[in-house]
């Protein structure tokens, strides 16, 4: 809809609110804005049932209706004056001037259409359908913006707690089995990417039935609930507790370390339980039995299927409070991967580590800004492997740390010995950044390689930065301070990427390669990576998209505002000399070009003796009168050319000629 409206009238002497007021100011525009409509617009503007406020171009407030007002909690005095954002939520992303909007010079905030998120004066939030009409004067020429803000609270809500039944426990709170099924993908998603393990504990109440049958099912559910209580904080932040259903309960536990630490925490869980539950003035003395199984390259299906085989053994024979671990026998494969950890020991003591480096440029003219190193093994009998094909014997050996030191100092070394513009980054595991002595080896790395810290940035997953722990804010404060940056890898993939980006102070976030291979293809993915790329630029960080393999996914990149990609279509990973590689290599060149100097000059001083024997050519003769055909003249010597070039001396002088 778009208004006119005459010139503002200037105020009359006697009237209320002074030139440059707010009040005056909120005069002047009801003037100008009620000239021709008078009391119509009054009804339908100040007494609109629908929160709307009078704008002008710079997004300052001049006129508002009571039912903003109240939306708001705050008074006419409170807002007319403000700027618009002063309605806005602390938690949004500012708004950024680049919006679609079709009047020029428009405030960004008002350009703005859409649900959004607003806080009322009392610091509660609310959903506002926000949208927007310009209102021009009689010569075209935008006046002022009237902004309509419908509250949308309340269906929000409603679709939240739709959700939230879907997926949770009515009874207990806990995550049901249909979240389970989503977050047990998304786990073992995670950690085939970094190589870690994802557990599960299935716990069974052991004679649940007969308090069921005893007590009554009211006291049957008071004594779940309790249950859910005591394993929901008792759990690690990571760890996802779930109720199956009826008495069965399961721990999802992320980035185990190894069958070890997996049951310690299902015997925590059992002495948790094993205090009294209290039902009606009644004590309760409850048990669980217990099936463990661990993994990561498995199907969910059977990763669930094997823990609830182990539960059926602990429960068996009639036991209580058992645990059962499945084996199911070693497989091939299980044998290879126990083969592979004792190869590993032996990799990291002996020159079997390689670092390959994937360039890292920019997007407008693909110059070349850094590289990430990333691990290979170079097995004596396997040939080259991936990291994803050793990572699992590193892991369960607790190798982790010791490779995480290796790449880190042989990648400030190699990085030392680039031009000065080019940075190196390095992925380090969040067991690796946790543990005591992690800034000191940083320190040590760059001390012993003399790489500038600011030409290192350390690259961490989501969950590292989401459950660090004050062990590992402490390293990352100590490194940061040098002038090392930090990165965010894989972002967005997981469930809290923007509370991630609050925990540490992250420089870098680097958009996942599953959502690069689709924005080009899948609108849905295109409107993600464009959000993300506008939070990452909203929040002054520097982005990179992973994972490009054409340039049409570079050139959407470049168009939406990307600065920076890595990927297949710049270039594959490869090694890099290092700087005493470099060193080498330029040794060998420079030896070469004196061997090519010495051998040039050996030339040209035969060609000049040569060219002494011949007879100068005659004027206007061409060089066929060189060597007149009756013989006349004896040709020129025959020298032996061979000779002068070869270095080796004649057989029986000296050593034998080379081959």
Request: charge should be negative; aromatic fraction near 0%; glycine fraction near 12%.
């Given at each position: 809809m778009t208004l006119s409206a005459p010139r503002t009238p200037q105020p009359r002497a006697g009237q209320p609110g002074r030139p440059g007021s707010p009040a005056g100011t909120r005069l002047r525009a009801i003037d100008t804005l009620l000239a021709d409509r008078g009391q119509l617009f009054r009804a339908l503007f100040l007494s609109s049932p629908v929160p709307q406020a009078l704008v002008d171009l710079d997004g300052r407030l001049l006129v508002v209706n009571d039912a903003l007002c109240a939306m708001s909690g705050r008074t006419v005095d409170d807002v007319v004056g403000r700027h618009v954002d002063l309605l806005a939520h602390p938690d949004e992303a500012p708004v950024r001037d680049g919006g679609t909007g079709a009047v020029p010079g428009l405030d960004p905030w008002l350009r703005q259409e859409g649900e959004r998120r607003l806080r009322r004066a009392d610091g509660s939030e609310l959903w506002v359908q926000q949208s927007h009409d310009v209102v021009h004067r009689s010569t075209g020429e935008p006046q002022f913006v009237v902004l309509s803000l419908v509250d949308v609270t309340d269906r929000r809500r409603a679709e939240e707690d739709l959700v939230r039944r879907a997926f949770t426990d009515p009874l207990t709170g806990l995550p049901n089995r249909r979240a389970l099924t989503d977050r047990l993908n998304h786990a073992l998603a995670l950690s085939r990417r970094r190589g870690l393990q994802v557990g599960l504990v299935h716990l069974d109440l052991d004679r649940f039935h007969a308090v069921n049958d005893t007590l009554g099912t009211d006291a049957g559910d008071q004594l779940l609930s309790q249950v859910a209580d005591r394993l929901r904080w008792s759990t690690r932040v990571e760890d996802t507790a779930v109720r199956l259903g009826a008495d069965e309960f399961l721990i999802l536990a992320e980035d185990v370390e190894d069958l070890d630490g997996l049951r310690a925490l299902a015997d925590r869980l059992l002495a948790v339980l094993d205090d009294p539950f209290q039902l009606g003035g009644r004590e309760i003395v409850l048990s669980a039995?217990?099936?463990?199984?661990?993994?990561?390259?498995?199907?969910?299906?059977?990763?669930?299927?094997?823990?609830?085989?182990?539960?059926?053994?602990?429960?068996?024979?009639?036991?209580?409070?058992?645990?059962?671990?499945?084996?199911?026998?070693?497989?091939?494969?299980?044998?290879?991967?126990?083969?592979?950890e004792t190869d590993l020991r032996r990799a990291l003591d002996g020159d079997e580590l390689r670092l390959f480096y994937q360039p890292i440029v920019s997007l407008a003219d693909e110059t070349l800004l850094g590289y990430e190193a990333l691990i290979r093994w170079q097995h004596p009998t396997r040939g080259l492997l991936p990291p994803g094909a050793f990572l699992d014997a590193a892991e369960n050996n607790r190798l982790t740390s010791r490779l995480g030191a290796w790449v880190l100092r042989q990648a400030c070394t190699d990085a030392a010995g680039w031009p000065a513009g080019l940075r190196v980054h390095v992925n380090v595991s969040a067991r690796h950044l946790a543990e005591p002595g992690f800034s000191d080896l940083v320190a040590a790395a760059l001390d012993e390689s003399g790489l500038p810290p600011e030409r290192l940035e350390l690259e961490i997953t989501e969950s590292t930065a989401l459950f660090a722990a004050e062990a590992t804010l402490t390293a990352v404060s100590e490194v940061t301070e040098r002038g090392v940056t930090l990165a965010l890898d894989d972002f967005g993939t997981g469930y809290s990427a923007i509370t991630a980006l609050h925990r540490l102070p992250i420089h870098t976030v680097k958009i996942d390669r599953s959502f690069v291979a689709d924005v080009v293809t899948q609108p849905s993915t295109a409107a993600l990576?464009?959000?993300?790329?506008?939070?990452?630029?909203?929040?002054?960080?520097?982005?990179?998209?992973?994972?490009?393999?054409?340039?049409?996914?570079?050139?959407?990149l470049r168009r939406h505002g990307c600065a920076m990609a890595q990927g297949y279509a710049f270039g594959r990973p490869a090694p890099l000399p290092s700087r005493h590689g470099a060193l080498a290599a330029e040794a060998?060149?420079?030896?070469?070009?004196?061997?090519?100097?010495?051998?040039?000059?050996?030339?040209?001083?035969?060609?000049?003796?040569?060219?002494?024997d011949v007879p100068a050519v005659p004027a206007g003769a061409d060089g066929i009168d060189l060597f007149p055909l009756e013989d006349t003249l004896p040709p020129p010597s025959r020298r032996m050319f061979l000779k002068v070039v070869d270095d080796d001396p004649p057989a029986g002088e000296g050593r034998g000629r080379r081959s």
């Open positions: 039995s217990v099936g463990l199984t661990m993994g990561s390259d498995v199907a969910p299906d059977d990763l669930l299927r094997q823990a609830h085989n182990a539960l059926t053994r602990a429960k068996r024979d009639g036991s209580r409070a058992r645990i059962e671990v499945h084996d199911g026998g070693l497989t091939d494969d299980e044998v290879d991967l126990l083969q592979l990576v464009h959000g993300l790329l506008q939070l990452g630029r909203g929040m002054g960080l520097q982005v990179i998209a992973e994972g490009i393999e054409d340039l049409d996914q570079a050139e959407w060998l060149v420079g030896q070469a070009a004196e061997e090519a100097a010495a051998v040039l000059e050996a030339v040209t001083g035969e060609l000049e003796a040569v060219t002494g």
